[in-house]
């Protein structure tokens, strides 16, 4: 299930305008930055910039989202000069041995909020551009990952729904084949969810919730899928080795999973 909610029906007209945030959903003790300008959609704050922010604004509201085992929260931080909103996880399961899912039996299972930050951290050694930043951080009490929210987005369940059409479709299909691989070398067993693929206003595409990634698995989920990626990508592919995995990704994952993830890439790159 994606963290970011998908847009009702009501709002469906008005999918691309952020909304401000409700007065009564603010702290009366606590002065609120200015909000996000109406305008701005997508990913308010990107690179070092966005992992600041969500590294050390303060939480100035928070609601819970959604249903399921994972319950994140939406929160609201501030830091001064503006406010945005983040996804806030702290599932932490990992089950040894087989356990029957709605998907059939796993092995292995995993569901963390350390795999939202690896997919970014792996996201960035690929230059993918597909995951909102997101870091780990501690917030009362509790170790989770807070990923920046993608405003004014939709699924891409409702975008089909819709009928809407990028108007650039190389460059649509091109971010899509992306998406297929990150989930692809993550292991992701959602990969199938249209409701972890949103959409932007200028269709740009964000892939979320990968805190069912990073299996010890070393086959491919859908080797079909994997159409086409660009060159660039395969040479960053190539590049990837156990040094600089386990430098990056070593803190959020386990080895057999950086195993697992690298078993993955040879396959692709077979």
Known sequence: MTGHMPVSKARAAAIAVVLALPGAARAQS???????????????LEGAPAEEFLRAARVVDRRRIGGGLTRPERLTLADGTRTLRAIWKTIDEHRMGLRQLEGGAEFDFRDSWRHEVAAYELDKLLGLGL????????IDGRDGSLQIWVEGAMTEDERRKRGLAAPDVEAWNAQMHRVRLLHQITGNTTYRNPANVLADRAFRIYAVDSSRAFRIRTDLLEPKDLVRFSRATLEKLTALDRPALDARLGRWLEKGQIAGLLARRDRILA
């Open 30 to 44: 606590t002065p609120v930055a200015p909000s996000t300008p109406a305008a701005v959609v997508g990913l308010p």
């Open 131 to 138: 995951v909102p930043p997101t870091v780990e951080r501690r």
